[in-house]
């Protein structure tokens, strides 16, 4: 268990512009920032994320909360572990008791992979720096590929001993579970019994946009395999693996791809390692496989614009085509740079300083769709094949989102191809027409999703309208609840006292045995009674910071504003203006209350038959309720008609 005072010292640490500038490419907004939602499909920036009052929030999704409530849903990890994600980041030492067997038992699964690929990737470093055999086969490879010591350890390379069960049998040794060796892929069982998948090879790890070790790439060392396959063996997809969500290198990249505002994509692992070498940083690579949708949102989060960077060959070219109207599609900014014949980006950059060679991208790359369009029309001289060229191409137009961009690139093709401007706009258009019906006839196909049931009212008919009363006087006890409303009154045993927010709503409810249908509103009004007389209590501080997410995640999202995250332009309301609104919220509460209770009444009515008894009772109710009804309606200023 990690103590109150240890989280305490956590949260003063915390700087949610940080933590949330690890994972989203944030621009500064007035007092806040602005950048791309991680939860959903962003297309223009709706998160935002307040450094005064350390929340966040997305408008379009509704997801949000503290720097804990963050972490948790984007790195989908548990509470303790968002904490010690943080105190790490802070360098806060957290003292914890050892965990029992029982408990690493029962440790999640795919915490103990991650767990495993941690102490594996440290194993083949190991190996790498300070076994015999490591030194003279995998530091020889690397120093043969003329990288450094400093970019071994930056990237975390190693080397797998040529034994064949080396790995397994040290994991044994310390206790690792075979079951995690193999759902991992660290490890093969056959009739023979466990073997090390990687056995023999250079080891480059992948690491994952927050830093965690997800898989392996092993490149075979003997020179027997030049020329032929499994050069390169991968970790197979796992519960915490699949290729095409990640990308290599975009941990030790996603820093410099937000200083710089552009990212390079390359193929290979030599390549992003020598390029962090020659000083370019802001590269990752996709190992050789077609960009996915996944991997183009995750770096979509950190920048619009990309370079892909290949060799010239007609390898390199046919990379470049791959998945580029998937980049156009998602808004994304992409020049192209072929180096010289022979070169890769690892040659090219080991050749280079990192000067000359960002002068050579930024004097050759080109933009994607003159590159697509010389490409596609060198030397095509029948009209039907240059009809066709020219149709792809404008198919490629048609999948941008920005209709000003597509607008320069429809101009500028008609310019090139020698077209009417006004034929390139209609088959445009055509296109988005067609891909428009397309996703509707998709749409109309997806089965409709159900509600969960956990979303349903504890209260049976309430209406939208009812529980959104509630939510308004939840939402002043975390925002105002410690502020006085009511000053200098005088108790039955002549006390002076002062009643504040949270104090008012809970002495107001209680008195007639009420309290809301949700009991998680009821334990923050608790809290916020119980804290009221805590030196230096301030309501929305304390539940924004509370150390059960539920409560914190409630909090921050019921603290936003729907149009600010910042205090800065609210003016302060007075005692008089914010007693009046808690005790119109209160009145309306209670004639919601009352108008569920008319409707049961009036069902049980309907129920009772010719029992005269129980109608007479039920009848007398009735009229008592409506009087109370009526009397809450005069208060709150309306008429109800009878």
Known sequence: MIDRATVDKIMDAVNIVDVVGEFVSLRKAGVNYKGLCPFHDDKTPSFMVSPAR??????????????????????????????????????????????????????SERESMFVVNEWACQ???????????????????????????????????????????????????????????????????????????????????????????????GRKLDAATKGVQQKYVNSPDSEIYHKERELYGIYQAKKAIVKEDCVYMVEGYTDVIAMHQCGLENVVANSGTALSIYQIKLLRRFTQNIVLLYDGDEAGIHAAMRGTDMLLQEGMNIKVLLLP?????????????????????????????????????????????????????????AVIPDPIVRATYITECSRRLDVDERTLISQTNKYIAGAREADNRQADTQPQQQEPASTVSTMAGLTPQDKEVERLLIQNIVRHGDEVIFSGLETVDGQIINLNVAQYIDYDLS????????????????????????????????????????????????GIDSHQLSRSFEMKESEGNLRQRIQHLILDFRMDIISQHLKDLQRQLKEAGSDMTRIKALMTEYQDAQELRNALARRLGSDVIV
């Open 54 to 107: 350390q929340i966040c929030k997305c408008f379009a999704c509704g997801e949000g909360g503290n720097a804990i409530n963050f972490l948790m849903k984007h790195e989908q990890i548990t509470y303790p572990e968002a904490l010690r994600w943080l105190a790490k980041k802070y360098n806060i030492e957290i003292q914890e008791r050892e965990l029992s067997d029982d408990e690493k038992r029962e440790q």
């Open 511 to 558: 008195s007639d045995g009420l309290e809301f249908s949700d009991e998680l509103y009821n334990r923050i009004l608790r809290e916020a009674v119980e804290h009221s007389n805590d030196a230096g209590f301030k309501a929305d501080h304390y539940f924004m910071q509370h150390p059960d997410p539920q409560v914190s995640q409630l909090a921050a999202t019921l």
């Open 123 to 217: 194993y083949f470093h190991d190996i790498l720096q300070n076994d015999v055999d490591g030194q003279a086969i995998g530091k020889q490879y690397f120093r043969s590929r003329g990288i450094r010591d400093d970019i071994i350890k930056k990237f975390q390379l190693g080397f797998a001993l040529t034994k064949r069960d080396a790995l397994a049998n040290e994991a044994k040794r310390k206790g690792y579970q075979e079951e995690f060796l193999l759902k991992t892929g660290l490890c093969i069982k056959n009739e023979k019994g466990l073997y090390d998948r990687f056995a023999g090879r250079a080891i480059f790890p992948w690491l994952n946009v927050s830093g965690k070790v997800v898989a392996f790439g």
């Open 341 to 397: 014949d022979g070169d890769d980006p690892d040659s090219y950059s080991r050749k280079h300083t990192a000067e000359q060679f960002k002068q050579y991208i930024e004097e050759h790359q080109t933009d994607f769709i003159q590159f697509k369009t010389e490409l596609m029309l060198k030397g095509v001289k029948d009209p039907i094949k240059r009809a066709e060229a020219i149709n792809n191409i404008v198919q490629s137009i």
